[in-house]
Protein backbone atom coordinates (compact mmCIF):
# COMPACT_ATOMS: atom_id res chain seq x y z
CA UNK A 1 0.00 0.00 0.00
CA UNK A 2 1.09 3.53 -1.05
CA UNK A 3 2.40 5.75 2.00
CA UNK A 4 -0.02 9.13 1.57
CA UNK A 5 2.26 10.94 4.06
CA UNK A 6 6.06 11.37 4.74
CA UNK A 7 6.82 9.61 7.78
CA UNK A 8 9.32 11.17 10.15
CA UNK A 9 10.41 8.34 13.06
CA UNK A 10 12.25 9.82 15.69
CA UNK A 11 14.58 6.52 16.33
CA UNK A 12 16.80 8.05 19.66
CA UNK A 13 15.74 11.16 20.95
CA UNK A 14 18.80 13.45 21.64
CA UNK A 15 20.07 14.45 24.86
CA UNK A 16 22.60 16.53 26.79
CA UNK A 17 23.90 17.19 30.12
CA UNK A 18 26.78 17.69 32.57
CA UNK A 19 28.27 14.81 34.28
CA UNK A 20 27.32 14.27 38.02
CA UNK A 21 30.69 14.63 39.08
CA UNK A 22 32.79 16.56 36.87
CA UNK A 23 30.77 19.60 35.93
CA UNK A 24 33.47 20.07 33.06
CA UNK A 25 32.66 17.11 30.53
CA UNK A 26 29.39 16.85 28.95
CA UNK A 27 27.28 13.21 28.23
CA UNK A 28 25.92 14.12 24.42
CA UNK A 29 24.40 12.29 21.95
CA UNK A 30 21.95 13.35 19.23
CA UNK A 31 18.84 12.72 18.06
CA UNK A 32 18.87 10.59 14.82
CA UNK A 33 15.59 10.72 12.85
CA UNK A 34 14.56 8.00 10.26
CA UNK A 35 12.32 9.66 7.09
CA UNK A 36 10.01 7.25 5.55
CA UNK A 37 9.38 9.00 2.27
CA UNK A 38 6.24 8.82 -0.25
CA UNK A 39 8.00 7.45 -2.85
CA UNK A 40 10.31 5.14 -0.75
CA UNK A 41 12.97 6.88 -0.06
CA UNK A 42 14.36 6.43 3.07
CA UNK A 43 16.64 8.70 4.85
CA UNK A 44 18.81 9.14 8.07
CA UNK A 45 19.29 12.19 9.30
CA UNK A 46 21.82 12.01 12.12
CA UNK A 47 23.81 8.90 12.93
CA UNK A 48 24.91 8.94 16.68
CA UNK A 49 28.31 8.62 17.83
CA UNK A 50 30.57 5.70 16.77
CA UNK A 51 29.91 3.41 19.46
CA UNK A 52 25.97 3.01 18.41
CA UNK A 53 27.22 0.90 15.47
CA UNK A 54 24.89 -2.05 16.88
CA UNK A 55 22.28 -0.07 18.93
CA UNK A 56 21.60 1.94 15.50
CA UNK A 57 21.27 -1.42 13.77
CA UNK A 58 18.71 -2.07 16.15
CA UNK A 59 16.87 0.82 16.04
CA UNK A 60 16.39 0.39 12.49
CA UNK A 61 15.54 -3.16 13.03
CA UNK A 62 12.20 -1.96 14.76
CA UNK A 63 11.14 0.13 11.87
CA UNK A 64 11.56 -3.39 9.50
CA UNK A 65 14.45 -1.79 7.98
CA UNK A 66 17.79 -3.75 7.05
CA UNK A 67 20.79 -0.81 7.00
CA UNK A 68 20.58 -1.62 3.01
CA UNK A 69 17.63 -0.28 3.06
CA UNK A 70 18.74 3.25 3.53
CA UNK A 71 19.11 5.29 0.52
CA UNK A 72 20.56 8.72 2.07
CA UNK A 73 22.31 10.02 4.79
CA UNK A 74 21.89 13.73 5.91
CA UNK A 75 24.04 14.92 9.19
CA UNK A 76 23.05 17.90 10.15
CA UNK A 77 27.06 18.76 10.80
CA UNK A 78 30.40 17.11 10.69
CA UNK A 79 30.30 17.00 14.86
CA UNK A 80 31.31 13.18 16.00
CA UNK A 81 28.04 12.47 17.81
CA UNK A 82 26.10 13.53 14.12
CA UNK A 83 28.44 11.47 11.70
CA UNK A 84 29.47 8.36 14.26
CA UNK A 85 28.23 6.02 11.66
CA UNK A 86 27.82 7.12 8.37
CA UNK A 87 30.23 3.71 7.48
CA UNK A 88 27.28 1.74 8.65
CA UNK A 89 25.12 3.27 5.36
CA UNK A 90 28.01 2.04 2.50
CA UNK A 91 24.56 1.04 0.06
CA UNK A 92 23.38 4.77 0.08
CA UNK A 93 23.64 6.57 -2.93
CA UNK A 94 24.23 10.00 -1.09
CA UNK A 95 26.33 11.03 1.99
CA UNK A 96 25.02 14.82 2.92
CA UNK A 97 27.38 15.99 5.63
CA UNK A 98 26.72 19.16 6.32
CA UNK A 99 27.35 21.40 2.37
CA UNK A 100 29.57 18.82 1.75
CA UNK A 101 27.63 15.71 -0.77
CA UNK A 102 29.51 12.92 -1.64
CA UNK A 103 29.06 8.73 -2.22
CA UNK A 104 32.64 7.12 -2.03
CA UNK A 105 35.41 9.42 -3.34
CA UNK A 106 33.05 11.39 -5.38
CA UNK A 107 32.57 15.08 -3.98
CA UNK A 108 29.14 16.82 -5.52
CA UNK A 109 29.12 20.29 -6.27
CA UNK A 110 25.96 22.04 -5.18
CA UNK A 111 24.56 25.33 -4.00
CA UNK A 112 21.56 26.12 -2.64
CA UNK A 113 18.68 23.71 -1.36
CA UNK A 114 18.82 20.31 -2.57
CA UNK A 115 15.57 19.03 -3.51
CA UNK A 116 15.61 14.95 -2.39
CA UNK A 117 12.43 14.47 -4.07
CA UNK A 118 9.97 17.89 -4.09
CA UNK A 119 8.70 17.19 -0.30
CA UNK A 120 12.42 17.05 1.32
CA UNK A 121 14.88 19.22 1.16
CA UNK A 122 18.00 19.87 2.69
CA UNK A 123 18.37 23.56 3.77
CA UNK A 124 21.67 25.67 4.87
CA UNK A 125 21.29 26.75 8.45
CA UNK A 126 24.27 28.49 9.23
CA UNK A 127 24.95 29.06 12.89
CA UNK A 128 26.44 26.22 14.89
CA UNK A 129 28.64 25.77 12.41
CA UNK A 130 28.96 27.72 9.59
CA UNK A 131 28.23 24.59 6.94
CA UNK A 132 25.16 23.08 9.02
CA UNK A 133 21.48 22.20 7.27
CA UNK A 134 18.53 21.33 8.22
CA UNK A 135 15.81 19.03 6.84
CA UNK A 136 12.87 19.89 5.78
CA UNK A 137 9.79 17.75 5.70
CA UNK A 138 6.84 18.62 4.00
CA UNK A 139 3.26 17.08 4.02
CA UNK A 140 4.23 14.73 7.41
CA UNK A 141 2.23 12.45 8.97
CA UNK A 142 2.30 14.29 11.88
CA UNK A 143 0.45 17.23 9.99
CA UNK A 144 2.67 20.22 8.32
CA UNK A 145 6.25 20.61 7.90
CA UNK A 146 9.12 18.92 10.46
CA UNK A 147 12.43 20.65 10.71
CA UNK A 148 15.07 17.99 11.29
CA UNK A 149 17.37 21.31 12.68
CA UNK A 150 20.44 19.37 14.51
CA UNK A 151 22.07 22.02 16.97
CA UNK A 152 20.68 25.18 15.19
CA UNK A 153 18.27 23.99 18.25
CA UNK A 154 19.61 22.39 21.41
CA UNK A 155 16.49 21.70 22.60
CA UNK A 156 13.16 23.41 23.62
CA UNK A 157 14.50 25.15 26.60
CA UNK A 158 16.74 27.02 24.60
CA UNK A 159 14.04 29.38 23.29
CA UNK A 160 13.78 31.06 26.72
CA UNK A 161 17.27 30.18 27.24
CA UNK A 162 19.36 31.62 25.03
CA UNK A 163 22.69 30.23 26.74
CA UNK A 164 21.87 27.08 26.58
CA UNK A 165 22.48 26.94 22.57
CA UNK A 166 25.36 29.15 23.28
CA UNK A 167 26.72 27.78 25.35
CA UNK A 168 26.70 24.51 23.00
CA UNK A 169 28.88 26.33 20.85
CA UNK A 170 28.28 28.62 18.05
CA UNK A 171 30.42 29.52 15.22
CA UNK A 172 28.08 32.41 14.55
CA UNK A 173 25.38 34.01 17.11
CA UNK A 174 23.91 36.25 14.92
CA UNK A 175 23.63 33.57 12.03
CA UNK A 176 22.02 31.40 14.37
CA UNK A 177 19.43 33.32 15.48
CA UNK A 178 18.02 34.11 12.18
CA UNK A 179 18.43 30.82 11.19
CA UNK A 180 16.47 29.68 14.52
CA UNK A 181 13.79 32.31 13.35
CA UNK A 182 13.66 31.35 9.87
CA UNK A 183 13.32 27.35 10.37
CA UNK A 184 9.81 27.96 13.19
CA UNK A 185 8.46 30.22 10.26
CA UNK A 186 9.05 27.21 7.66
CA UNK A 187 8.17 24.65 10.05
CA UNK A 188 5.34 23.26 12.49
CA UNK A 189 7.42 20.98 14.32
CA UNK A 190 10.90 21.17 15.21
CA UNK A 191 13.09 17.89 16.17
CA UNK A 192 15.98 19.53 17.66
CA UNK A 193 19.87 17.92 18.19
CA UNK A 194 19.70 17.45 21.74
CA UNK A 195 15.90 16.90 23.03
CA UNK A 196 12.49 15.81 22.22
CA UNK A 197 10.52 17.12 18.90
CA UNK A 198 8.57 20.25 19.75
CA UNK A 199 5.52 22.18 18.14
CA UNK A 200 5.71 25.52 16.62
CA UNK A 201 3.16 28.21 17.19
CA UNK A 202 3.05 32.06 16.75
CA UNK A 203 3.65 33.00 20.49
CA UNK A 204 7.10 30.87 20.12
CA UNK A 205 7.66 32.32 16.64
CA UNK A 206 7.76 35.74 17.86
CA UNK A 207 10.37 35.00 21.11
CA UNK A 208 12.51 34.07 17.87
CA UNK A 209 12.06 37.29 16.27
CA UNK A 210 12.29 39.43 19.27
CA UNK A 211 15.48 37.91 20.40
CA UNK A 212 17.36 39.13 16.76
CA UNK A 213 16.49 42.86 17.95
CA UNK A 214 18.40 41.97 21.52
ZN1 LIG B 1 25.33 17.93 18.57
Known amino acids: MP ?3 NQVIVLQEGYSYKDSTDATTMHANCSCTL ?3 RDGTNIIVDTLTAWDGENLTTLL ?3 QLQLHDIHI ?3 THGHSDHVGCNYLFQQARLHIVGSSISNRDLY ?3 SGPLDIHGEVLVEQTPGHTLSCV ?3 VHNSHMGGTVGICGDLFERREDIEDEQIWILAGSENEKQQREQRYRMSQLCNFIIPGHGPIFEVDEALRSKLKLKQNV
Request: aromatic share 6%; net charge positive; charged share 20%.
Open 108 to 110: YEH
Open 35 to 37: IRC
Open 73 to 75: VVC
Open 61 to 63: KTQ
Open 3 to 5: ILK
Open 134 to 136: SVI
